[in-house]
């Protein structure tokens, strides 16, 4: 455990010494908040439900997404109970943090990253189906889950895991979308159904 431990404060220490800048400080807390509570993957997935050429990725991706963020949230993280980094860095380093954070004092437990296993169950079930728009879906997760660390409130471990759950669940959402034939029906308008 000590060992996770001085790997994670290792990454975040470097990240916070050698990356950190005025610069790259809002857009990674703009990408953040973007994904907090899956909300803004929510608003772009009900966006890509209109045109029908994405809608079967689009409904697939919303449901990985609230399925990640539920079992992440409400079972793993509870389970866990990690602390934030920020919270144990005292304890650890012997010493205050000598920066503050960029987003404020998240509340809630660190393991895993619900906004890095939502983004990534988003962008895996997007990818699998819609190639064009899964391949910025999938930037989009990456830098989330970097934002993630680089403002302080995740490990990296947590991020890491939030990723292979994320992915799980998307991978989980497309095999019972095609089972039960939801992504066929998605696609059906009503001019079909009268033609049949």
């Known amino acids: 455990m000590d060992f996770i431990l001085g790997f994670d404060f290792g990454i975040l220490d470097f990240i916070a010494q050698n990356i950190r800048n005025d610069i790259l400080d809002p857009i990674m807390t703009g990408f953040?908040?973007?994904a907090?509570?899956?909300i803004g993957l929510l608003i772009l997935g009900?966006?890509?439900l209109i045109p029908r050429k994405t809608r079967p990725a689009a409904a697939t991706a919303i449901c990985a997404m609230a399925a990640a963020l539920?079992?992440?949230e409400y079972l793993i993280k509870i389970i866990a109970q990690r602390p934030r980094p920020f919270i144990t860095y005292e304890a650890y380093h012997g010493y205050l943090m000598p920066f503050a954070l960029n987003m404020g004092k998240a509340s809630g437990y660190s393991f895993p990253s619900g906004h890095t296993s939502a983004s990534f169950a988003f962008a895996t079930a997007m990818f699998k189906i819609n190639k064009k728009v899964g391949i910025i879906a999938v930037i989009i997760a990456c830098i989330v889950g970097f934002s993630r660390i680089y403002n302080y409130v995740h490990y990296p471990t947590d991020v890491?895991?939030?990723m292979i759950l994320g992915i799980?669940?998307?991978l989980l959402a497309i095999f019972l979308f095609k089972k039960f034939?939801?992504?066929d029906k998605l696609l059906k308008t009503k001019k079909n159904k009268v033609k049949e």
Do not use: E, Q, T
Request: aromatic fraction near 20%; charged fraction near 15%.
């Open 181 to 183: 034939s939801i992504d």
């Open 160 to 162: 890491f895991a939030g």
């Open 36 to 38: 907090d509570k899956g």
């Open 46 to 48: 009900l966006i890509l």
């Open 70 to 72: 539920l079992f992440g």
């Open 168 to 170: 799980a669940f998307g």
């Open 32 to 34: 953040s908040m973007f």
